[in-house]
């Protein structure tokens, strides 16, 4: 198509005017980092529920899934099921947990259960894994956007991240969720879009393309036996899912932010919920998306331009999608889908920004400056906004110039760092036994075994290995690599710390049991920190 019509530009229009506007509604609001922060505590569950749903769908998610399914089955669908398996095993305990152990930041936990080591550790995984995945987002909706309008790249990630960085450094997390409200309803429209155009010109109508899929496979979730070491096993999927929304659930500041915002346990319960309950379908939308891309193709026997193969001659699945979006929506319906993918990239980065701030500044900046104001520390807060946005900024113009391979070592680099936090978590709120002292040991442990898996396995696309050990290779699935992480951080971490003596300090209601048993007490009363009160009744 190469240019948009005047509907497109039309809705796009429309699109970004919303989000502006979103954005000044709440501007003059943020005079605290109570407000800035946590948005007073005063979000409604299922505004809270659209916005964790917009955050988790990004825009890798609008490209991964669909090339995930072109290429083979739904066995990438089988993770996310742990977002309601999690959430309906720990979900009522962890986020009433986190509600009243905690003020601003998830990791102010791991302080009061290992001393602040362990704080800016966990603080510092966060901000390493969040800064590289920005960075890609803003990347992945380039091919798309400007394969449909022949924009050029650069000018796309800049105006795309300069919008998100206003709205969010000057609206706080209120306007960050009010967006992701209008983005999130935005998305579902963009993939419902693509799938009744797909279905409109299927050859043979749905039936067809449902019975080739079918025969072939494609909505299989993968192998049923119980082999860990096999790729694209449902078993190992299912594993990594449950350490991955674990470590979501119970060590990432972009959910546990979230919990902070309700105005009780229970609404943060429904809106979390509610979240959850949204992604899967979402998901699914996504998988059914690249299953009928593949089946559009086989039916219509269309042959696919040079650049979407590869030197063998063979598709490459990731490029496929973009094409079809390029060639085939109408005019008005090619804007609709546009602002979903830029609403897809805008509520993932806007959510990492204002959490990155929120880090920043409780986990850091307070304990540099203890006698800081609010005013002051509120500052800071925007600041790191600013700098972190134009930081990814810079990070997706590098990967548009250099190719995501260039950041391989990056990424490396990041998950060796990031290793662990749900293992942490596990080792802190269900042992009143472990200690600090175990849990470096635990960690020290990881981070070996994290750093030689990922620098002796493939990290891209071109099957390169940073440290060739021939048969000391790691050979095991990718994913594993988390998981094992996570296991060994729990079960040394709780070995080790019998070697040294138990910590006094350490208050039962920071455990798993010890808290049940508070929490009878407490019902639905709110627990507020004073400053938090104060505004509430002024």
């Excluded at 796009?12 to 980092?33: E, H, K, M, N």
């Excluded at 800035?36 to 964790?52: E, Q």
């Excluded at 259960?113 to 890609?136: C, D, E, I, P, Q």
């Excluded at 509520?347 to 540099?368: F, H, I, P, W």
Aim: aromatic share 14%; hydrophobic share 50%; charged share 15%.
């Amino acid at each position: 198509m190469n240019t948009l019509r005047t509907p497109d530009l039309i809705v796009i229009a429309i699109y970004f005017v919303a989000v502006a506007a979103i954005g000044l509604r709440f501007a003059r609001r943020q005079t605290t980092t109570e407000a800035y922060f946590v948005a007073r505590r005063s979000i409604p569950s299922w505004a809270m529920g659209l916005s964790i749903f917009a955050t988790i769908i990004s825009s890798i998610t609008f490209i991964a899934y669909p090339g995930a399914a072109y290429k083979g089955d739904w066995n990438l669908l089988v993770p996310g099921f742990m977002a309601v398996g999690i959430l309906l095993l720990l979900g009522t305990t962890l986020i009433s947990f986190f509600r009243h152990a905690v003020g601003m930041s998830a990791y102010e936990y791991f302080e009061k259960r290992f001393g602040y080591g362990a704080r800016a550790y966990s603080a510092l995984a966060f901000t390493a894994g969040h800064f590289s995945k920005m960075g890609f987002v803003l990347f992945t909706i380039t091919a798309a956007i400007c394969g449909m309008t022949g924009w050029d790249k650069y000018n796309v990630i800049i105006i795309v991240g300069l919008v998100t960085i206003i709205y969010t450094l000057f609206g706080g997390l209120e306007a960050v969720i009010w967006t992701e409200v209008l983005q999130g309803i935005v998305k579902l429209c963009g993939v419902l879009v693509v799938i009744g155009v797909l279905l409109s010109i299927m050859p043979g109508g749905a039936g067809a393309a449902f019975n080739l899929a079918s025969e072939k496979h494609k909505f299989s979730l993968g192998s049923f036996d119980f082999n860990l070491t096999a790729n694209g096993n449902f078993w190992v999927m299912l594993l990594y899912g449950s350490f991955w929304y674990l470590q979501k659930y119970a060590a990432d500041q972009t959910l546990v932010q979230r919990y902070l915002v309700a105005k009780s346990d229970r609404d943060a319960l429904k809106g979390v919920a509610l979240g959850a309950a949204l992604c899967i379908p979402a998901w699914t939308a996504f998988m059914l998306v690249g299953t009928l891309l593949w089946a559009y193709y086989q039916l219509s026997a269309e042959v696919f331009p040079a650049q979407l193969l590869d030197a063998g001659g063979k598709v490459m699945p990731d490029r496929v999608f973009p094409y079809f979006l390029t060639t085939k929506i109408p005019a008005g319906l090619a804007g609709i889908f546009m602002a979903a993918l830029m609403s897809a990239a805008m509520s993932t980065m806007s959510s990492d920004l204002n959490c990155l701030s929120a880090v920043g500044v409780e986990d850091y900046y307070r304990k540099l400056r203890p006698n800081s104001t609010d005013k002051q520390r509120l500052f800071v807060g925007k600041i790191i906004v600013a700098v972190c946005g134009a930081i990814a900024v810079g990070i997706g113009a590098f990967i548009a110039r250099k190719g995501d391979s260039a950041l391989a070592l990056y990424y490396a680099a990041t998950a060796i760092v990031s290793a662990g936090l749900a293992g942490m978590f596990l080792l802190a709120f269900f042992s009143r036994r472990a200690n600090r002292q175990g849990l470096w040991i635990g960690i020290t442990t990881a981070l070996i075994f994290t750093a030689w898996a990922v620098l002796t396995s493939t990290l891209n696309q071109d099957n390169k290995i940073v440290l060739d050990l021939q048969d000391y290779n790691y050979t095991w699935p990718s994913v594993m690599i988390g998981v094992i992480a996570h296991v060994i951080v729990l079960a040394v971490g709780y070995g080790a710390s019998w070697f040294f003596p138990a910590d006094p300090n350490v208050k039962n209601e920071w455990t798993f049991w010890g808290w049940l048993e508070k929490r009878k007490t407490l019902g639905e009363k709110i627990i507020m920190p004073p400053s938090a009160a104060a505004e509430v009744n002024p």
